[in-house]
């Protein structure tokens, strides 16, 4: 449902910014600033042939922080300089936890930020069953699982808490809702021609604590079922809402679906509720979605 409303219909929320006295960056904005900056840390310490084990690695990844930072400030002012400072401190704590994650767990890239279908690279073109579905993104790192590089490491950062979503108990693609491990394994094998061996979600941050979840590539075997079944209900224009109300936590289309509740707890929302009850009961278009969310059952 939220793709129809999203990319079918083409509605939007509304561009209605509210000024927050005590606060400057929001979630994405904290992430897109620490993804840069961990990007940027990794490149030049290597270039500057700085080893993470080094004080001066942290003290790099200090610098760069407060440097992209300010390069935000001028985009975005922060509604005060003890706000700005509060931030900031909180981002090196995260810096500092990227410091302590990768010198407990080595990061040999090849690759960082790989793009493909963004500016001049070109998408991936994945071969289904039905024809082929054109991929674009970017890989937030490329590792040498091998020293040799003949198989290859995925990781991807997440910076915001590894909460109940990302847990191993949600199974490998928590019933079609996480597919970013198995579409990354299948673009960046196409790209550099080499077997990946594993894909990691890593949470380098205070509020990650450090966790990983890691998907090895024979966990992921048969995906590519699992794709074409969720392309078959938008082909056929079923576009169903879910039947699990935390699903619209932090959907966009809340106030659309009439959902109670805040970014902490849903406490109802009639179209999950209404799913619900058609998925039980194993009925019509709704049999196609038993099956996708018992697809590793």
């Not at 597919?179 to 990691?200: D, F, N, S």
């Not at 380098?204 to 890691?214: A, K």
């Not at 679906?257 to 179209?271: I, N, Y």
Request: overall charge negative.
């Amino acid at each position: 449902m939220r793709y129809l409303y999203r990319y079918v219909l083409r509605v939007s929320p509304p561009e209605d910014p509210t000024y927050e006295p005590d606060a400057w960056l929001d979630p994405l904005g904290r992430g897109r600033l620490l993804h840069r900056t961990y990007e940027s840390l990794l490149r030049t310490a290597r270039e500057r042939g700085i080893e993470p084990e080094a004080a001066a690695f942290e003290s790099l990844g200090r610098n760069i922080l407060e440097a992209e930072a300010e390069q935000v400030a001028q985009e975005l002012p922060p509604p005060g300089e003890g706000v700005y400072a509060r931030e900031l401190e909180a981002l090196a704590g995260d810096v500092r936890c990227f410091v302590e994650h990768v010198r407990f767990h080595p990061a040999p890239w090849e690759d960082l930020e790989l793009a493909f279908g963004i500016g001049a690279e070109p998408p991936v073109a994945l071969e289904l069953i039905d024809g082929a579905v054109r991929l674009r993104g970017a890989v937030d790192r490329v590792d040498r699982a091998e020293p040799d590089g003949s198989t290859l490491r995925i990781v991807d950062y997440k910076t915001g808490r590894a909460g109940a979503h990302w847990s191993v108990s949600t199974g490998i693609y928590h019933g079609g809702r996480r597919l970013q491990h198995l579409l990354y394994t299948l673009a960046v094998e196409a790209i550099k021609g080499r077997p990946v061996e594993a894909m990691e979600y890593h949470f380098p941050t205070r509020r990650g604590e450090g966790s990983i979840l890691g998907f090895g590539r024979g966990d992921l075997a048969g995906g590519e079922t699992l794709l074409v079944a969720l392309l078959d209900t938008a082909k056929h224009g079923r576009f169903l809402p879910t039947e699990l109300q935390n699903d619209c936590q932090f959907c966009d289309y809340r106030s659309v679906c009439r959902v109670e509740g805040d970014s902490w707890r849903v406490r109802h929302s009639p179209p999950a509720a209404w799913a619900k009850a058609r998925l039980e009961e194993d009925t019509g278009v709704y049999e196609e979605l038993a099956r996708i969310r018992g697809f590793e059952d």
